[in-house]
């Protein structure tokens, strides 16, 4: 009895802590969609109102947000942002597309420092490079995606990962650095897949050939 009493004051509490924070990210120039859950206030650090949300996304507790003046952070419908994750666009982009799962701990950057630079690192320059994540992806817990990657749309990412390169649609990658280990489907049933999704022959092409069989 006390569990359930428990968890529907959890559920109860979750419903206040949503409603209040979107409309505090709305009044402050954010785009958020409908139906976002927040577990609980996410931290944001420089410009909310480069930050874009759509429909029905869960942004666990402990969510870090970092995005500066010329910065842009956009995430799509139905995503799930699980606790500690931290997206760091500082002044580049992240876009982190739909029907994506980002579990714990994991770590987005835009950002590195410039180490052939003459200079110890502490006074390097920058190097800023934009990161994109397709739809349909799923991040394991405590993963690393760094600067100018792309995340092929459908693929996975082995807990633990550091991703420094891009990795095709459809892959299964592991490891630091990260690679591929396998193909989630054979190239026929790909595009069978893709076919009884409502793909257009264009961007099934596209795909296809972006996936080394």
Same mark, same amino acid.
């Given at each position: 009895?006390?569990?359930?009493?428990?968890?529907?004051?959890?559920?109860?509490?979750?419903?206040?802590?949503? !409603?209040?924070?979107?409309? %505090?990210?709305?009044?402050?120039?954010?785009?958020?969609?409908?139906?976002?859950?927040?577990?609980?206030?996410? =931290?944001?650090?420089?410009?909310?109102?480069?930050?874009?949300?759509?429909?029905?996304?869960?942004?666990?507790?402990?969510?870090?947000?970092?995005?500066? &003046?010329?910065?842009?952070?956009?995430?799509?419908?139905?995503?799930?942002?699980?606790?500690?994750?931290? %997206?760091?666009?500082?002044?580049?982009?992240?876009?982190?597309? +739909?029907?994506?799962?980002?579990?714990?701990?994991?770590?987005?950057?835009?950002?590195?420092?410039?180490?052939?630079?003459? %200079?110890?690192? @502490?006074? +390097?320059?920058?190097?800023?490079?934009?990161? /994109?994540?397709?739809?349909?992806? !799923? $991040?394991?817990?405590?993963?690393?995606?760094?600067?100018?990657?792309?995340?092929? =749309?459908? +693929?996975?990412?082995?807990?633990?990962?550091?991703?420094?390169?891009?990795?095709?649609? #459809? +892959?299964?990658?592991?490891?630091?650095?990260? @690679?591929?280990?396998?193909?989630?489907?054979?190239?026929?049933?790909? $595009?069978? &897949?893709?076919?009884?999704?409502? #793909?257009?022959?264009?961007?099934?092409?596209?795909? /296809? =050939?972006?996936?080394?069989?």
């Amino acid at each position: 009895m006390k569990g359930k009493i428990y968890f529907a004051a959890y559920l109860i509490n979750q419903k206040k802590n949503s !409603w209040f924070y979107k409309n %505090l990210f709305r009044a402050f120039g954010a785009k958020i969609g409908h139906n976002i859950v927040f577990a609980n206030k996410p =931290e944001v650090c420089g410009y909310i109102d480069n930050i874009s949300i759509g429909d029905s996304c869960f942004i666990d507790k402990n969510v870090v947000f970092v995005v500066n &003046k010329e910065g842009k952070l956009k995430i799509g419908n139905n995503t799930l942002l699980s606790y500690n994750t931290i %997206l760091n666009a500082g002044i580049g982009s992240i876009s982190i597309g +739909s029907n994506i799962m980002i579990a714990a701990n994991t770590y987005i950057i835009t950002n590195d420092h410039n180490v052939k630079e003459n %200079l110890s690192v @502490r006074n +390097s320059s920058h190097i800023i490079q934009d990161v /994109v994540i397709e739809d349909n992806v !799923w $991040i394991g817990c405590n993963c690393s995606i760094l600067k100018g990657v792309t995340i092929g =749309e459908g +693929s996975i990412i082995g807990a633990g990962s550091v991703v420094i390169k891009d990795i095709p649609p #459809y +892959s299964i990658a592991v490891g630091s650095p990260c @690679r591929v280990i396998k193909k989630r489907y054979d190239k026929d049933i790909l $595009i069978k &897949k893709l076919k009884d999704e409502g #793909y257009d022959l264009k961007k099934i092409d596209n795909i /296809v =050939e972006s996936i080394v069989y």
